[in-house]
């Protein structure tokens, strides 16, 4: 690293004059615009985002890419890093979303150049279960699953609204760990594809439903690269916006269900489908919401909500 504190105070004043690989240093970042690589012909941008303000590093780190931030989301990157107890570097590549969708050049990007450079001039810990790569968008979800392919590069992944096309996770990873997060229909797809790959809430994926400001808001470390011991799910909850619902008008009521791992963590989960007896209502797992069926009834229903942690199916009563 000092070779690369060195080459950067020599090539700074030339920034406005050549194309030519440059690095910028910032307290507790790096910046390489023009990243010498043959496969984006020096277009790209990189990032690298350190878990300490100052050099030389003091530990080796796990170390998460990101696909499409650069830049100018390095403070808010930062800040957010910094409220977490897990400490990594984070490595920024300003892919557009139009370049994100050539997915075999992105991954051949990430896995043949980015990598092998992050691991030999930083202080990482270079074993898959402790590299993480995130992206957002229904492109970014193509790109992800295209790194996820890469056999022995990634363990860890996180998606932000990834789009509501099922893509294929084939080849990922058997001890694959994902986070879900953004909007709760675009998450309900995804977390189908997990859980029909037998991959199981809490240990080795989670949701986090809302509306974070970006990708980088959704990077959750802490989860990532937690110890699986903590990550055994301790607690289901169920909750419902209304008590009852009324069977002769077609107003939906909200259901929710959260979790809460070993560590004390919370996280959304979406039934993707409930035991509802008698059937009186339907279940719209993207929009969260039990409505009355056509031609029910007149009468209102009692509504209680069940979680079987055991077998993690969400159980509706209903009595009129």
């Known amino acids: 690293m000092k070779k690369l504190f060195t080459l950067g105070a ?8 050549c194309g030519e690989p440059l690095m910028l240093i910032n307290p507790g970042r790096e910046t390489f615009v023009n990243f010498p690589s ?5 277009s790209k941008t990189v990032t690298v985002m350190l878990p300490e303000p ?14 499409g931030i650069g830049p100018k989301d390095a403070q808010q990157a930062q800040a957010y890093m910094d409220a977490q107890q897990q400490k990594a ?3 920024g590549v300003d892919f557009t979303e139009q370049e994100l969708l050539d ?13 092998p450079y992050i691991d030999v001039n930083y202080p990482t810990l270079d074993d898959p279960s402790w590299r993480g790569a995130a992206a957002s968008g229904a492109a970014g979800a193509k790109a992800l699953a295209a790194l ?3 056999k022995n590069l990634f363990t860890r992944a996180v998606l932000l609204n990834g789009g509501t096309e099922p893509v294929s996770l084939a080849g990922a990873d058997p001890s694959l760990r ?3 997060a953004g909007d709760r229909s675009q998450a309900a797809v995804w977390q189908q594809t997990l859980e029909e790959m037998n991959l199981t809430y809490g240990k080795d994926f989670v949701t986090a439903l809302g509306t974070p400001a970006g990708i980088l808001e959704a990077l959750d470390l802490d989860y990532l690269f937690a110890r699986p011991d903590q990550l055994t799910v301790k607690k289901l909850t169920g909750e419902v916006s209304e008590k009852e619902i009324s069977l002769a008008q077609d107003t939906p009521v909200s259901l929710s269900v959260q979790a809460r791992l070993e560590n004390g963590r919370l996280y959304d989960y979406v039934p993707l489908s409930l035991r509802m007896s008698p059937p009186y209502v339907s279940w719209d797992a993207a929009a969260g919401q ?11 229903v009692k509504i209680s909500v069940f979680v079987d942690k055991k077998k993690f199916q969400t159980k509706i009563k209903l009595k009129k």
């Open 54 to 67: 100052a050099v030389p590093l003091r530990g080796r780190y796990p170390v998460v890419y990101v696909l």
């Open 103 to 115: 997915t075999q050049k992105v991954s051949a990007f990430v896995s043949r150049e980015l990598v």
């Open 148 to 150: 996820l392919a890469k």
């Open 178 to 180: 994902m986070l879900l």
């Open 38 to 42: 043959a496969l984006t012909d020096n």
């Open 89 to 91: 570097i984070v490595v």
């Open 290 to 300: 039990l409505s009355p069926i056509s031609g029910a009834v007149p009468g209102k």
């Open 10 to 17: 020599l090539l700074l004043p030339v920034l406005a004059f």
